[in-house]
């Protein structure tokens, strides 16, 4: 029997605002040194599938750097390893995938050199460790042409899974993509499918001359199920969708806990990552840090709590990062404060910064959908000029320069948002002042989903 | 100009004590996460010389598992790339069997230097830390026209009976050789470290100095006078550490804030390979000051300046001071580590005291272990409750029932 995996890493996640500007959702860092493709990668080569194939389309320039030739999952091979599958153009056909079934359909190729029997698809948007290799067993027990992994979430947020409802067999009866209503139970589709690969060539091919923007959850599993043996495989364990900003913040945070649910230092089941050759974290004399998950190539000379630092972040004597997430060489200047932020990589924070600062908790004016939690967030490479007070649920872009903030009293309000060109101040109404949302303690059981893999919202918006 | 450096890495490392128990000293841990060959091995690469073989005797195990095919050095190459060299047997009576100094292990290698076409062989040593770029090294060999060129340094007058002392004319040539002298003129010591032109290399080996054992003590004395032997003098950080104190005061150096020997530079990378681990994780209670930490690394406990490994546990309401931890140790809640050397995977059981009592020496090795550092060795495991005294040395693998009840006083060796 051989399986090969797919792995669907076109999504833009553009919740996750200026994180995703200038990559793929999977390749944003996560963990510290980590990216968030790397646990489904991981998963993949721990459960013995050495066939891998990851597909792109957003801005893949730092997965592909991220990838390479796939040496630190052991996936540089002579036969099989990971293949990195872009949007191609034919004689006399389309580019771009145009959905994550379309994604596929135009990799068929791939499916048939390979000459697999199964095919494993995934997702490169979650923080999991599964192994594959008991739903690959369910599959072939129960004689399945698709199985689809599934988890119970609660009923409150059925309206952004694909809800299916199953016999005692565990046959899928009914599915429904992101229902309205919340009488279809709670059994959500994690977007992991095993196939049967003549199958699924089969009705890839038959459905795809009706419906050019071919997606699984919209169009394939619900046709399939009343023609095809369709089950439900369960899954029970830690699984979340780092989609919006808070939840990212929020699944980040919970890392700080020594109990947390993701563990990370499990030697049967590692986590596997590009390693940057960087010497062990320093702190200081004057650095103190609690509660925090640092990576290698830090330097802490001020003190740090509940806070993710990637790779070769400078914490400055006198500087106070506390409940943030800041990435790779980020330097945050003397006596700055960093108060419930994400920092992108490369960011400058100057000298007396105080960013997340004041009680007055409105929500972005441009993005009130994405920006509401009270998380600032820095996009990568930006320069903050010395001495700003900047509030809450201000946005600030990649690459914006000391310049732009000149403002008065040297303070961006709350809910503000920093482009290269210019700051966006909110509308002057009164300032929402409101307890500050607790930090997070408790498991994210409500992450929220944003489709499998985002490609078929790269179309239609 | 081709260029072949040979690595001696097969050193029994006798001054660092069960440090080297089972492994050359070429492999100890250093730093936290490297091993001291690291940094010789990453100075060739960062230097561009691509080809690499390491020479092994003593129990390389440890040393091969860490090189393997070269990796994370750029190594794994087709052409060149790195080899490692093992003693063999042979029916030659010139080569083959145990080498018994550094001029045997380059004699009975010689065929890789002739194979390789070298046009220069540079010979380094597996047990020191240092940052150098060989190339000025080499072309300052070039320019000379020498026959052998000789990494140099100076040091003060007290230290002269440690190293072999040159003397040089103004142009850089050695004039004059003493092996450890007690009392000298010369400032200049050698740093063990050599440009050979590659045939004279094989015609000193092969001929006159056939009968040499060690390159610094024999060989070097017999090219000075028969040779153009040139002195090129290195201005930087470099440390041997053949020592415990030597290793104990190196590691303890990388903790300045401004270190001697800067770790973190962009653009002159310590290779080594990482372990896929995930970041240092501090708990709610963690007191971290000054001290160096691997990914890995679970510090819940008191931490005051020291050299954290990668996985090292200290729980909460344990402390550790001054000492340097490797990887995979675990400290138990309430245990005091101060001013020891714990090998990796020792478990120190809780309350259980280690380094503590007045500064008696060490009764086996009473020039080596003097200054107060406890030294226990791999996987050792230090039962609950257990007081170990300073200048003390627990052998690899002891187990609790190995322990006295009543403790191990100071300047004992377990």
């Known amino acids: 029997m051989r399986v090969v995996a797919m792995i669907m890493a076109g999504g833009e996640g553009s919740r996750l605002t200026v994180l995703s500007e200038q990559r793929a959702k999977p390749s944003v860092p996560f963990a510290g040194k980590y990216r968030i493709i790397d646990f489904t990668l991981s998963n993949c080569v721990n459960s013995r599938i050495y066939d891998v194939a990851i597909l792109t389309q957003y801005r893949p320039h730092s997965l592909n750097e991220h990838i390479g030739i796939g040496r630190p999952w052991d996936l540089d091979r002579m036969t099989g390893g990971v293949r990195l599958l872009q949007p191609y153009q034919a004689r006399g056909s389309q580019g771009w995938y145009r959905g994550t079934a379309d994604a596929v359909y135009q990799n068929i190729d791939y499916l048939l050199n390979r000459d697999a029997d199964l095919v494993l698809i995934l997702s490169g948007d979650h923080i999991y460790k599964m192994d594959y290799r008991p739903m690959i067993a369910y599959h072939e027990e129960k004689g399945a042409d698709l199985t689809v992994a599934v988890m119970n979430v609660p009923l409150e947020e059925t309206d952004r899974f694909g809800i299916m409802t199953v016999n005692k067999a565990g046959r899928v009866l009914e599915f429904y993509e992101k229902p309205k209503t919340r009488d279809k139970g709670t059994l959500a589709s994690m977007g992991i499918y095993v196939f049967n690969v003549p199958k699924l060539i089969e009705r890839l091919t038959e459905f795809h001359q009706k419906e050019p923007n071919l997606d699984f959850g919209k169009h394939v599993i619900p046709a399939m199920i009343h023609e095809d043996k369709v089950y439900a495989y369960p899954f029970e364990g830690y699984w979340v969708d780092v989609g919006t900003v808070d939840a990212y913040w929020r699944t980040s945070l919970e890392l700080c806990d020594p109990n947390s649910p993701l563990n990370l230092w499990d030697p049967h089941w590692v986590i596997r990552t590009l390693s940057q050759e960087r010497p062990p974290v320093k702190c200081s004399a004057q650095g103190k840090v609690v509660r925090a998950l640092v990576s290698n190539g830090c330097t802490i000379h001020g003190y740090v709590e509940h806070s993710v630092?990637?790779?070769?972040?400078?914490?400055?004597?006198?500087?106070?990062?506390?409940?943030?997430?800041?990435?790779?060489?980020?330097?945050?200047?003397?006596?700055?404060?960093?108060?419930?932020?994400?920092?992108?990589?490369?960011?400058?924070?100057?000298?007396?910064?105080?960013?997340?600062?004041?009680?007055?908790?409105?929500?972005?004016?441009?993005?009130?959908?994405?920006?509401?939690?009270?998380?600032?967030?820095?996009?990568?490479?930006?320069?903050?000029?010395?001495?700003?007070?900047?509030?809450?649920?201000?946005?600030?872009?990649?690459?914006?320069?000391?310049?732009?903030?000149?403002?008065?009293?040297?303070?961006?309000?709350?809910?503000?948002?920093?482009?290269?060109?210019?700051?966006?101040?909110?509308?002057?109404?009164?300032?929402?002042?409101?307890?500050?949302?607790?930090?997070?303690?408790?498991?994210?059981?409500?992450?929220?989903?944003?489709?499998?893999?985002?490609?078929?919202?790269?179309?239609?918006? | 100009m081709n260029v072949l450096a040979m690595i001696l890495a097969g050193g029994t490392g006798p001054g660092l004590l069960v440090l080297t128990a089972q492994r050359p000293d070429a492999a100890v841990p250093f730093g936290g996460k490297y091993r001291a060959i690291d940094f010789t091995l990453s100075n060739c690469v960062n230097s561009g010389l691509f080809n690499v073989a390491v020479l092994t005797q003593y129990m390389p195990r440890s040393l091969n598992e860490h090189i393997r095919a070269g990796k994370p050095w750029d190594l794994d190459r087709s052409q060149g790339g790195i080899r490692l060299l093992h003693p063999y047997q042979s029916h030659a009576e010139d080569r083959g069997g145990w080498q018994e100094g550094s001029s045997d292990a380059v004699r009975f290698n010689l065929d890789v230097v002739r194979e390789s076409r070298c046009d220069r062989v540079l010979i380094l040593a597996g047990n020191q830390i240092y940052k150098m770029n060989y190339q000025p090294m080499l072309e300052f060999h070039r320019l000379r026209r020498a026959d052998i060129t000789v990494g140099a340094l100076p040091v003060p007058p007290y230290q002269s009976h440690r190293f072999g002392m040159l003397t040089t004319d103004p142009d850089g040539r050695i004039t004059r050789f003493e092996e450890k002298p007690r009392r000298t003129r010369a400032t200049l010591a050698s740093m063990g470290i050599y440009v050979f032109e590659a045939s004279v290399l094989m015609d000193i080996l092969l001929g006159p100095g056939r009968n040499h054992r060690h390159l610094g003590a024999e060989t070097l004395p017999w090219a000075v006078r028969h040779k153009r032997v040139y002195a090129y003098e290195f201005e930087g950080y470099w440390t041997n550490i053949g020592t415990i104190?030597?290793?104990?005061?190196?590691?303890?150096?990388?903790?300045?804030?401004?270190?001697?020997?800067?770790?973190?530079?962009?653009?002159?990378?310590?290779?080594?390979?990482?372990?896929?681990?995930?970041?240092?994780?501090?708990?709610?209670?963690?007191?971290?000051?000054?001290?160096?930490?691997?990914?890995?690394?679970?510090?819940?406990?008191?931490?005051?300046?020291?050299?954290?490994?990668?996985?090292?546990?200290?729980?909460?309401?344990?402390?550790?001071?001054?000492?340097?931890?490797?990887?995979?140790?675990?400290?138990?809640?309430?245990?005091?580590?101060?001013?020891?050397?714990?090998?990796?995977?020792?478990?120190?059981?809780?309350?259980?005291?280690?380094?503590?009592?007045?500064?008696?020496?060490?009764?086996?090795?009473?020039?080596?272990?003097?200054?107060?550092?406890?030294?226990?060795?791999?996987?050792?495991?230090?039962?609950a409750g257990a007081v170990i005294g300073r200048n003390v040395i627990i052998r690899p693998r002891a187990t609790p029932a190995d322990f006295p009840a009543d403790g191990v006083p100071g300047g004992a060796t377990l």
Not at chain 1, 441 to 454: C, F, K, L
Not at chain 2, 347 to 353: D, I, S, T
């Open chain 2, 245 to 383: 104190s030597a290793y104990y005061e190196a590691n303890m150096g990388l903790l300045a804030d401004i270190p001697a020997l800067e770790l973190a530079d962009p653009r002159w990378v310590i290779h080594t390979p990482s372990r896929q681990l995930p970041p240092v994780l501090l708990g709610p209670e963690a007191v971290t000051t000054s001290s160096l930490y691997c990914d890995g690394a679970r510090i819940e406990g008191t931490v005051v300046r020291s050299v954290i490994g990668p996985g090292v546990y200290v729980a909460a309401g344990a402390e550790v001071r001054d000492s340097i931890i490797m990887d995979d140790t675990v400290i138990a809640t309430g245990a005091v580590v101060d001013r020891a050397i714990l090998d990796k995977e020792v478990q120190v059981g809780e309350g259980a005291r280690v380094g503590t009592g007045d500064n008696i020496p060490n009764s086996t090795a009473p020039t080596l272990l003097n200054t107060g550092i406890t030294v226990v060795g791999k996987r050792a495991v230090i039962p």
């Open chain 1, 309 to 461: 630092l990637s790779p070769g972040v400078y914490v400055s004597p006198g500087a106070i990062v506390r409940d943030a997430v800041i990435m790779n060489d980020t330097w945050i200047g003397p006596g700055a404060i960093v108060d419930k932020a994400v920092v992108d990589k490369q960011v400058l924070i100057g000298a007396g910064v105080h960013l997340g600062w004041g009680d007055d908790w409105r929500p972005n004016a441009e993005r009130p959908d994405w920006l509401d939690t009270g998380i600032t967030v820095v996009g990568k490479g930006a320069h903050i000029a010395p001495n700003l007070r900047i509030g809450r649920n201000v946005l600030i872009y990649p690459d914006v320069d000391e310049d732009v903030f000149s403002v008065p009293d040297g303070l961006i309000p709350s809910g503000a948002t920093v482009t290269p060109q210019a700051v966006l101040f909110p509308p002057a109404t009164p300032a929402v002042v409101a307890a500050s949302p607790t930090p997070a303690t408790t498991v994210s059981t409500s992450p929220a989903v944003e489709g499998v893999s985002g490609f078929a919202q790269e179309v239609s918006s």
